[in-house]
């Protein structure tokens, strides 16, 4: 099993950036597949971005594309989500995910992913 810590969340204003982290610990971090999903309230958990286990391939949603920046380092066992521009609409509690899985393309459906984190707050304030 491999276990997720997210950090890097917070309040930021409307246009401004935070980068998030997610740590994984337990097993060799690139032999998963990772993504972060976000969830507003009163809305379903959604998918934001995606990274194959090489760092090869990334996928976006429509609405953070050139924004939002994903990113890995398997030497240190962390991926990261950077995101500039950050819009009200943004605020959610933003989950890493990972499943065990060299496949070439990036997974974006969550009942794929096997492991999650707990979750960190971003707010973004108008």
């Known amino acids: 099993q491999v276990q997720l810590v997210e950090s890097g969340g917070g309040l930021v204003q409307a246009g401004g950036s935070l980068r998030l982290s997610c740590a994984a610990i337990g097993r060799t971090f690139s032999y998963y597949a990772m993504g972060w999903f976000r969830q507003a309230p009163g809305k379903e958990r959604e998918f934001v971005t995606g990274i194959t286990w090489s760092g090869t391939s990334t996928s976006y949603a429509d609405s953070v594309k050139g924004r939002f920046t994903i990113s890995r380092d398997n030497a240190e066992n962390t991926m990261y989500l950077q995101m500039n521009s950050l819009k009200p609409e943004d605020t959610a509690v933003y989950y890493c995910?990972?499943?065990?899985?060299?496949?070439?393309?990036?997974?974006?459906?969550?009942?794929?992913?096997?492991?999650w984190g707990q979750g960190t707050q971003v707010t973004v304030s108008s």
């Open positions: 995910a990972a499943v065990r899985r060299r496949a070439t393309v990036v997974i974006t459906t969550a009942n794929e992913y096997d492991y």
